[in-house]
């Protein structure tokens, strides 16, 4: 059975930080993309950064840059979201999820296969 299972969510307060992770099980981890999305209400969901799988090459959403860092652990199959200066706009459920057989960077949404139940960020101002 296939699982990533993210953690570390909660209350923060702006300018605050919180490392997200997203553990998975049930697949081939190592060869997998990994990516952090997220849905703050009514809106579309949005990728925030993902992390190849061949030689560890990140990619970040302009709205993100230079505050959030994604990391992998592959003996440990786990995928890491670090998260410092947030703001109240990041506010949102964030989902990890896997791109087993995507070969471009980023991938396409349409490349994720498998996906997380998400946890809730929320940032007050």
């Known amino acids: 059975e296939v699982q990533l299972v993210e953690s570390g969510g909660g209350l923060v307060q702006a300018g605050g930080s919180l490392r997200l992770s997203c553990a998975a099980s049930g697949f081939t981890f190592d060869d997998s993309t990994i990516g952090w999305f997220r849905q703050a209400r009514g809106k579309e969901r949005e990728g925030v950064s993902c992390i190849s799988n061949s030689d560890g090459s990140t990619h970040y959403a302009d709205s993100v840059k230079g505050r959030f860092t994604i990391s992998r652990d592959n003996a440990k199959n786990t995928v890491y979201l670090q998260m410092n200066s947030l703001k109240p706009e990041d506010t949102a459920v964030y989902y990890c999820?896997?791109?087993?057989?995507?070969?471009?960077?980023?991938?396409?949404?349409?490349?994720?296969?498998?996906w997380g139940q998400g946890t809730q960020v929320t940032v007050s101002s």
């Open positions: 999820a896997a791109a087993p057989t995507a070969t471009m960077m980023p991938p396409l949404i349409f490349d994720y296969d498998y």
